[in-house]
């Protein structure tokens, strides 16, 4: 197969299973053919993961220049000996346009992809419950909300006849005390018999002790126009607390729970002075400098990038090097990082 002719897929296949060799001299082979079908992006991953793990310096250099033809993405490789990945002499290599964050990319790099901390997956746990717990307590109160909003809003208030009152034959057995009343809605004609409907509800001790001794004939009550069946008295009772105490439990699970998130936020935040962003690699297209009004000289780079998604970007950066003379500015195809947060957030260290 000549190097112009695309690869077939049986050849494509063979060469995957080759970058696995032992042998050096095939895995370049390999990358040799897989070089002719650099458009599909899973090839490209493969490159990127053999530059970076590759312990052959004519391996990543043969990786290396099938890369730099499709835009800079990564420096070329310098000689090393024993099984070392580029990470470990990138920072060294590269030429930073502010020498002072030199100590930032060594922390970067020395630290690695870190996986998150033990204490933010726990938290993250816990909110996750805690969202749960709010979830659950709210769709246990939020029926009995409904109902109290539309008899407060709808709602048309009467007098109920008392028709009767229960407690529980032990106090201490912890059963509710009820009251049941009667109440008729005006008939629409003196024609028609008034529509009777019945009510009963949960009270309070206090408030049944009340009924018993004072009999009154009738209690006010609250019921719906449209659906007089849905009633209630217009008094405080045991449901009202405990829909009160289930929405207090669910607002203060998902307050709780908001707590949560910010912390296992702060806990995920890089250490003062890291770098908050993915540390690419690029190179530079041409520097020069140039006399300030005050006498400091002022160093502008132009350089290359591939952003994570494979899209190549160029752009500018300048900065006050006045320890630069210009026998030392850095040649065009010099390495460089970037830290990348987005297309348009980033900057050359």
Avoid at 30 to 56: G, K, M, N
Avoid at 220 to 228: F, G, K, N, T
């Amino acid at each position: 197969m000549s190097d112009a002719a695309s690869p077939t897929s049986a050849d494509v296949l063979k060469s995957l299973k080759l970058l696995r060799s032992g042998n050096a001299d095939e895995r370049r082979q390999a990358i040799e053919v897989l070089s002719h079908v650099t458009d599909d992006p899973r090839v490209l991953q493969v490159f990127d993961y053999l530059y970076q793990t590759d312990p052959d310096p004519g391996v990543r250099e043969a990786i290396w220049q099938v890369l730099s033809r499709r835009g800079p993405s990564v420096p070329a490789p310098s000689p090393r000996t024993g099984r070392q990945t580029p990470r470990t002499s990138t920072p060294g290599a590269a030429f930073l346009l502010n020498p002072a964050n030199r100590a930032r990319v060594r922390q970067h790099w020395s630290q690695g992809a870190a996986p998150a901390p033990r204490g933010s997956r726990a938290l993250s746990l816990l909110m996750g419950l805690l969202l749960l717990a709010a979830g659950f307590l709210s769709g246990l109160a939020a029926p009995a909300w409904i109902d109290w909003f539309r008899l407060r809003q709808n709602g048309i208030a009467a007098q109920a006849d008392l028709i009767g009152l229960s407690a529980p034959v032990a106090p201490e057995s912890g059963g509710s005390h009820t009251v049941a009343y009667r109440f008729r809605l005006p008939p629409a004609s003196e024609a028609e018999n008034a529509p009777e409907f019945f009510g009963e509800q949960r009270i309070s001790a206090d408030l049944h002790d009340w009924l018993a001794e004072t009999r009154p004939p009738t209690v006010p009550i609250i019921y719906l126009r449209d659906d007089p069946a849905r009633s209630r008295l217009d008094a405080m009772t045991p449901d009202d607390t405990r829909r009160e105490r289930l929405a207090i439990l669910a607002g203060g699970a998902a307050a709780i729970a908001l707590l949560v998130g910010v912390l296992n936020w702060i806990v995920r935040l890089p250490g003062r002075g890291a770098l908050r962003g993915r540390l690419l690699r690029g190179q530079i297209v041409a520097a020069q400098t140039r006399l300030e009004p005050d006498g400091k000289r002022r160093l502008t780079v132009r350089f290359r990038f591939l952003t994570p998604a494979r899209r190549p970007i160029t752009s500018e950066a300048s900065r006050l090097r006045s320890d630069l003379l210009p026998g030392d500015l850095p040649q065009p195809g010099t390495p460089v990082l970037i830290e990348y947060h987005t297309d348009r957030r980033f900057r050359l260290l």
